[in-house]
């Protein structure tokens, strides 16, 4: 029987006193794919495990780390706006690139109890480009928004060995922060801030909140860039995006932000210490659809 099949899903795994929780912090929530996606990849991978949804605000992100540490059959969660770069300083261990994107999207409850974490947003959205056939090593990129996705972004950009990194955030104190810190970390990359949309571009990348609700105006005009760049998304639901839309109205190619996550979830099982050898993870993923 393939992961694929069907019948694999008919009877997810049941739930018992050996069942590992995981899932997903952030506020709002109704919008993730993860709570369809993963039940399936635990199933067809073997794990006991089930993925929930932990919706709150800011004010709670603190109450709600004390309480799920104290939960010894908690495995982790990731963790999605507006608390990516505010769960950073909370825990007790962060790895280097977590430390150089300035956020959080990837946490683990450790066997002492205390709370990892890991930034793999950029790492996903990286493999998920060049999945597509789309080069980053050398590329010109423009990155917009510099919050928790745009500074995992950023620095596995950089990591990727893009040409240059041109940025825009409307926030100058986080920009200046984050230029700082990806220069620290790759001092051979040239990182600048820009107001407009640049010339000879060929990515430019959405990582604002902007499409997400109903109504949100295009982060940018895609229609100011190169007829050649690649117009590209962080937001999954909904797939097609008001930039998104625009984009392809005027002949430009797009990349909807689901590659990114697609290609984080092998990540997310590795961080976790679930065994999926045997299982094209990042097949299953695209055969759920979404």
């Given at each position: ?73 908690l ?33 683990r ?19 998920g ?51 700082d ?64 839309q625009?984009?392809r109205?005027?002949?430009?190619r ?5 590659h ?31």
């Open positions: 029987m393939k992961a694929t099949d069907p019948e694999l899903f008919s009877g997810l795994v049941p739930i018992d006193g050996a069942t590992r929780l995981y899932g997903t912090i952030g506020d709002p929530i109704r919008q993730l794919r993860m709570t369809g996606i993963m039940p399936q990849v635990f199933a067809a991978v073997g794990a006991n495990a089930v993925w929930l949804p932990f919706e709150g605000g800011a004010g709670l992100l603190p109450v709600m780390l004390r309480a799920l540490v104290e939960m010894r059959n495995g982790g969660f990731t963790v999605t706006i507006p608390h990516k770069t505010a769960v950073l300083p909370l825990l007790d261990r962060t790895t280097r690139r977590a430390q150089a994107a300035g956020s959080i999207n990837l946490v409850r450790e066997a002492d109890g205390g709370l990892a974490g890991d930034s793999v947003d950029g790492v996903g959205f990286v493999r480009l060049e999945a597509q056939g789309h080069r980053v090593r050398g590329a010109s990129v423009w990155l917009v928004g510099l919050g928790g996705a745009g500074g995992a972004i950023a620095a596995a950009l950089c990591e990727a060995g893009v040409g240059r990194l041109l940025v825009t955030e409307i926030d100058d104190a986080r920009a200046e922060t984050a230029i810190r990806l220069l620290t970390h790759y001092p051979d990359t040239p990182v600048a801030q820009v107001d407009a949309p640049p010339k000879g571009v060929h990515i430019a990348v959405n990582a604002t909140p902007l499409g997400l609700k109903p109504g949100d105006p295009p982060a940018f005009d895609p229609v100011a860039l190169d007829p050649g760049a690649l117009v590209a998304e962080v937001i999954m639901s909904p797939a097609q995006t008001p930039l998104l625009r984009a109205a005027h002949g430009r797009i990349h909807p932000g689901r990114m996550l697609d290609h984080q979830i092998p990540l997310y099982l590795e961080w976790f210490g679930i065994d999926d050898r045997g299982v094209d993870v990042i097949a299953l993923v695209r055969s759920i659809g979404g």
